[in-house]
T-cell receptor, first 112, second 111 residues
């Protein structure tokens, strides 16, 4: 049971490049979310999903796309990277009902 | 949408003292109230939670209390230790869908 796995752990992008951050969980959790955390700041919700085929926007969705074709995977796509997207990205999942999130180890993204 | 506020933003205590962090929320439909701890450079981890039909829950040195009428819940840490130094986040959940985190409270425990 690996929990929530994020890849890559580190990434440097040039402005304008696109990329996909991968997130997979093996706990059969229905809910999955992407958060970004800027230095010294809190966690801001980008997108979330309540099950395969269902996604919705969070607090800061602009510049990001998601899809959820399977229960296990929830990739986050950066369409055209900007320096303002430099951050640590956390993927998290949880069961339906009153349960807390399990977080992945994060992806540290730098856009130059 | 849900408005979540934590106070204080920074808390410094002497080892052995108690620490209390308060979280206020706006959505009266919130029904699940977790607290997360994030150590420097690590991922957030759930440390304690409480459901809406319970007023208080304890787990060794940490406890959470809930006041649904006033729409706030608090994290209590007793006999603080240096390893309690971290950032603590509240994240009340409404209807089981999107979860908004508070801005965090940075706790320093001085030895």
């Amino acid at each position: 049971n690996a929990g929530v796995t994020q890849t890559p752990k580190f990434q440097v992008l040039k402005t304008g490049q696109s990329m996909t951050l991968q997130c997979a969980q093996d706990m059969n959790h229905e809910y999955m979310s992407w958060y970004r955390q800027d230095p010294g700041m809190g966690l801001r919700l980008i997108h979330y999903s309540v099950g395969a085929g269902i996604t919705d926007q969070g607090e800061v969705p602009n510049g990001y796309n998601v899809s959820r074709s399977t229960t296990e995977d929830f990739p986050l796509r950066l369409l055209s990277a900007a320096p303002s997207q430099t951050s640590v990205y956390f993927c998290a999942s949880r069961r339906t009902g009153d349960y807390g999130y399990t977080f992945g180890s994060g992806t540290r993204l730098t856009v130059v | 949408g849900e408005n979540v506020e934590q106070h204080p933003s920074t808390l410094s205590v002497q080892e052995g003292d108690s620490a209390v962090i308060k979280c206020t929320y706006s959505d009266s439909a919130s029904n699940y109230f977790p607290w997360y701890k994030q150590e420097l450079g690590k991922r957030p981890q759930l440390i304690i939670d409480i459901r809406s039909n319970v007023g208080e829950k304890k787990d060794q040195r940490i406890a959470v209390t809930l006041n649904k009428t006033a729409k706030h819940f608090s994290l209590h840490i007793t006999e603080t230790q240096p390893e309690d130094s971290a950032v603590y986040f509240c994240a009340p959940v409404t209807g089981g869908f999107k979860t908004i985190f508070g801005a965090g409270t940075r706790l320093f425990v001085k030895a």
